[in-house]
């Protein structure tokens, strides 16, 4: 978790400021301006739990795999450089397991998936309207229609359309696993929020229990074990 420790010494914090700004001349007497006036809180972001291993049953388990297209990861370096390398190993692996896969992009991206990440066919495909790629799209009938009970959900960015899919998942009833290496965000203050956020949703798992029912787990790719 070098990420997670170096985002923190970083000075993952809200403010910098511990006195209030000298008061400019003229300044108006309102709530904002005597809000502003006051002195600034300084908080420190939690340390977020390792990733931990889990063994997933490849008949019941379904990877999602969010915007892992051309105009994004070929701008996004943490997409091509961290998120990418982990990817693909792990998807050869979840393809030679059978098992169910499902995209989902913006209808203006469905064609334009990275050539080594591209559906096949028998694929789900979903063009998606919100963050949440459950949010008025077929994506929950098609994966109950297999019998999916957990999703393992990866692509751009932990921060948005990840943390909103997984709110959406756990709240459908599937278990979720987020692997850590396959997903990110611009900045390394936004990617622990993300990763905070999703711990922290609905019932919750901040201690990072593995596959707890109905919550998100954060794991890795070479920790994910299909049985």
Do not use: H
């Amino acid at each position: 978790m070098t990420l997670f420790r170096t985002a923190l010494l970083s000075g993952l914090v809200l403010a910098l400021s511990s006195a209030a700004a000298p008061a400019r001349p003229g300044a108006q007497d309102t709530p904002a301006g005597r809000a502003a006036s006051k002195p600034m809180v300084t908080l420190q972001m939690p340390a977020l739990p390792a990733p931990v291993p889990v063994t997933l049953n490849p008949k019941t388990t379904a990877v999602l795999v969010l915007d892992y297209v051309v105009p994004i990861c070929n701008s996004q370096p943490k997409c091509k450089d961290a998120m990418l390398p982990a990817m693909l190993p792990f998807m050869a692996r979840v393809r030679k397991a059978g098992m169910v896969v499902a995209y989902g992009t913006l209808e203006e991206n469905m064609t334009k998936w990275l050539p080594e990440l591209a559906p096949k066919p028998g694929d789900i495909k979903i063009v998606c309207t919100a963050q949440d790629r459950f949010y008025n799209t077929d994506l929950d009938k098609d994966l109950k229609a297999k019998g999916i009970t957990t999703i393992i959900m990866a692509g751009w960015k932990v921060s948005g359309s990840v943390a909103y899919s997984s709110v959406g998942a756990t709240v459908r009833g599937y278990t979720g696993v987020i692997p850590v290496d396959t997903t990110a965000a611009t900045t390394d203050y936004e990617q622990m929020i993300g990763f905070y956020n999703i711990l922290n949703q609905r019932g919750g798992n901040l201690t990072n229990q593995p596959l707890k029912p109905q919550a998100p787990t954060l794991s890795r790719t070479d920790m994910i074990t299909f049985q």
